[in-house]
């Protein structure tokens, strides 16, 4: 290839990547966070977004990010936001290609390792704040390795710039994003594969390494305090570790690597090579154990949660291309060739996927029909309204500070995420629940589910049908249905309105998953055919 000819290949696939639409949910409760901040001039200690959690406890770690973000929305909007996500990955990736580079690995092994990284981070792609995360993890280990390879490694005392150094960079990173916990973790697995090297008489310079290693996890450690909360960051990230197991179930990013999940395939193969690439080197003599500590930790970790991956995909590439140390150097070209171009088809297939010829951001985790037809509707929005977790980020940011919302992303309301699920087994349970909270209104999915409910008729007969959910859980004798999409329906309870506002707005006959009943009426006249005409002119826009 010609000399930049690795570098394209390398860069298009994780340009491709980068590229995604974004989508996220989490992104609006951030933009809600920052615009309170400079509304105010001040950072929230407390919820101000809700109704269910007003007033509570809640630290913003991820604050500086957020106002960064912010901006950036306020000057370019979504689109504006897309083209940072887009920078912000490729500077990640930028970095991941100067860590091979400074190991050593020529431009094909550099490219297919930056190519590998980037379809393993498929799924962490969003417009996210670890966004900010991934850069830095790289950059440590980059200076890990310089540490590891330089006369830093080799002295008995860490220099006092150099921890200087280390603090302040946490210092930063403690304030942007939470994953400034993976980067002590590194730095811990590197002292205790050090120390386990110091054991060893052919290591000498490991005890030194171990002890700067260890002394720079402390600085960095001292320097997280550095932030507007203190240690309320650390009792966060202690909240997060505590819900995860429960969490897990709930929020597919908070689960396992699955192998039905298509994105999760590349990180698997990487699990796979890496494990292949310790077994060939390890046959060769003695390995430097923090490397293969710090891998074989973080995949044991993204195996259990997929929000890891990209610190196990940063740590675990330059082992993985261990593999191809022995080949002869035109089957090493070929093999990188094989693995770039393979990263570029997969790349390709779940980039169309996404919609990335479409749009730049992709509604389909908000309700933004119905969040129109709550424009129309502000009333509505001065009620206690349910909705899912995951919009509450969107309709809190669209329609404060009129409307409070019931719950969003963040973590202070994972126990709320936990009633919620419990309560959504049975009927009974949920109207209990929304009655604990005095839920007035609803904005709920428009989902597939089916229940049987029996219906009896004047002369003693039942027939059992297959009705939707919300017939059960938010029946028409207690709730009217205002609106329904594809994604979304929006019910009123009637003991909260007067009957003259939601007859303009009800659906009593055209209700979505409710053609059998409807058949069945209509087929025992009992349907007002006037009004099931008006309601279907009226759904169609007409």
């Not at 091979?100 to 490219?111: E, H, N, Q, V």
């Not at 309105?497 to 303009?504: D, G, Q, T, Y």
């Amino acid at each position: 290839m010609r000399k930049y000819g690795w570098q394209v290949v390398g860069a298009g696939v994780a340009a491709l990547v980068a590229l995604f639409p974004i989508g996220d949910p989490d992104l609006w409760w951030h933009l809600s966070a920052a615009r309170f901040i400079l509304d105010h001039a001040a950072l929230p200690h407390a919820d101000w977004l809700s109704y269910t959690l007003a007033g509570q406890a809640w630290a913003d770690f991820e604050w500086l990010a957020e106002v960064f973000f912010y901006a950036v929305y306020r000057i370019g909007g979504l689109p504006a936001l897309w083209a940072l996500k887009a920078a912000l990955f490729s500077l990640a990736a930028a970095l991941v290609w100067a860590l091979l580079k400074r190991m050593g690995f020529d431009r094909a092994s550099c490219a297919a390792g930056a190519a590998a990284w980037a379809v393993c981070l498929i799924p962490r792609s969003e417009i996210r704040i670890e966004l900010f995360s991934n850069s830095a993890f790289a950059a440590l280990l980059i200076a890990v390795h310089w540490i590891r390879a330089g006369p830093f490694g080799q002295k008995e005392q860490a220099p006092r710039k150099a921890l200087l150094a280390v603090a302040a960079g946490f210092a930063l990173w403690a304030n942007l994003h939470a994953g400034f916990a993976a980067g002590l973790l590194l730095l811990g697995l590197h002292a205790a594969g050090d120390q386990l090297d110091s054991m060893r008489a052919a290591a000498p310079q490991a005890g030194p390494r171990a002890a700067f290693f260890t002394a720079a996890a402390l600085a960095g450690l001292a320097g997280t305090v550095l932030n507007p909360y203190g240690f309320g960051i650390h009792s966060a990230l202690w909240a997060h570790a505590a819900d995860s197991s429960k969490i897990a179930g709930l929020i597919q990013e908070w689960g396992s690597l699955r192998v039905g999940r298509s994105v999760h395939w590349p990180a698997f193969l990487l699990l796979i090579a890496t494990g292949t690439a310790f077994i060939k080197s390890r046959r060769k003599g003695p390995l430097q154990a923090g490397p293969w500590l710090a891998a074989a930790v973080f995949g044991l970790l993204c195996l259990r949660h997929a929000r890891l991956i990209p610190y196990f995909a940063t740590a675990a590439i330059p082992l993985a291309l261990g593999l191809l140390e022995d080949l002869k150097p035109e089957f090493a070209a070929r093999a990188c060739a094989g693995v770039a171009l393979a990263c570029a088809v997969f790349a390709a297939d779940q980039a169309v996927g996404a919609g990335l010829l479409r749009n730049t951001w992709q509604d389909r985790f908000v309700p933004r029909e119905a969040a129109a037809f709550l424009d129309k509707h502000p009333d509505l929005l001065e009620r206690r309204m349910y909705h899912a977790w995951g919009w509450g980020g969107y309709l809190g940011f669209r329609f404060a500070p009129k409307l409070k919302v019931f719950q969003d992303g963040r973590y202070i309301f994972h126990p709320l995420f936990s009633e919620a699920a419990e309560a959504a087994r049975e009927p009974g349970t949920w109207r209990e629940f929304l009655a604990k909270y005095g839920v007035e209104a609803a904005v709920v999915e428009n989902l597939p589910f089916r229940v049987k409910m029996p219906r009896i008729y004047p002369d003693g007969t039942s027939r059992d049908f297959m009705r939707p959910y919300y017939a059960a859980f938010f029946p028409k004798e207690a709730w009217a249905l205002l609106h329904f999409d594809e994604k979304a329906l929006v019910l009123a309870r009637r003991s909260g309105f007067k009957p003259a506002e939601l007859e303009p707005l009800e659906y009593r006959l055209l209700r979505p998953g409710d053609e059998e009943a409807l058949e069945d009426a209509l087929k025992r006249g009992e349907v007002d055919l006037k009004r099931l005409e008006d309601e279907r002119r009226r759904h169609g826009g007409g």
